[in-house]
T-cell receptor
């Protein structure tokens, strides 16, 4: 039973480019969460999605960031026009219906040069 | 709002020493409480959890008890090993299922042989 999968594991982008991060939840899980971890800090919630719906985006920056979880395929976190301050590790987690345990993927480490 | 405060690190101990990492929380209602562990270069792994007052979560020799009166969830282990070296995060989630996690800042633990 595969766990949460994220790709790519490492992503390098120049300032102004777009970054697309992908997350496939655990089999049977319909809830996806994205978190950001800045160097030497804890994880900060960004967005919570169910299939085709954004449930809570209270942690998402107002500009340049968007997320989706389509009916088919992985969840995507998209960052447009990246800046150096976007450099961080982005983690995806998933949970089952009605469950409060979240299972994390290995993360995508984004470096903006 | 909900928040989690953890004992500041880094913490360095010798093998077989007793470990305590303090965690206190502020929350409305009765949150679920978690400890996650992050090994270098990896995502977070759920270590243990407790969902109501006086519950004790335990796993791999680690324990934590949900103390409502002191709003605490301290992590303990009687005899640490070198392989326990990692960053430990205390977290809470809302009283309903499938809610975002609020994390403490993390405590880096190093165990010397």
């Amino acid at each position: 039973n595969a766990g949460v999968m994220q790709n790519p594991r490492h992503l390098v982008r120049r300032r102004g480019q777009e970054a697309r991060l992908r997350c496939s939840p655990m089999k049977g899980h319909s809830h996806v969460y994205w978190y950001r971890q800045l160097p030497e800090e804890g994880l900060k919630f960004m967005v919570y999605l169910q299939k085709e719906n954004i449930i809570d985006e209270s942690g998402m920056p107002k500009e340049r960031f968007s997320a989706e979880f389509p009916k088919e395929g992985p969840s995507i976190l998209r960052i447009q026009q990246v800046v150096r301050g976007d450099s961080a590790a982005y983690f995806c987690a998933s949970s089952g219906q009605g469950a409060n345990e979240q299972y994390f993927g290995p993360g995508t480490r984004l470096t903006v040069t | 709002g909900n928040s989690v405060t953890q004992m500041e690190g880094p913490v360095t101990l010798s093998e077989e020493a007793f470990l305590t990492i303090n965690c206190t929380y502020t929350a409305t209602g009765y949150p679920s409480l978690f400890w996650y562990v992050q090994y270098p270069g990896e995502g977070l792994q759920l270590l243990l959890k407790a969902t109501k007052a006086d519950d004790k979560g335990s796993n791999k020799g680690f324990e934590a008890t949900y103390r409502k009166e002191t709003t605490s969830f301290h992590l303990e282990k009687g005899s640490v090993q070198v392989s326990d070296s990692a960053v430990y995060f205390c977290a809470l989630s809302g009283i309903q299922g499938a809610q975002k996690l609020v994390f403490g800042q993390g405590t880096r633990l190093t165990i010397n042989p």
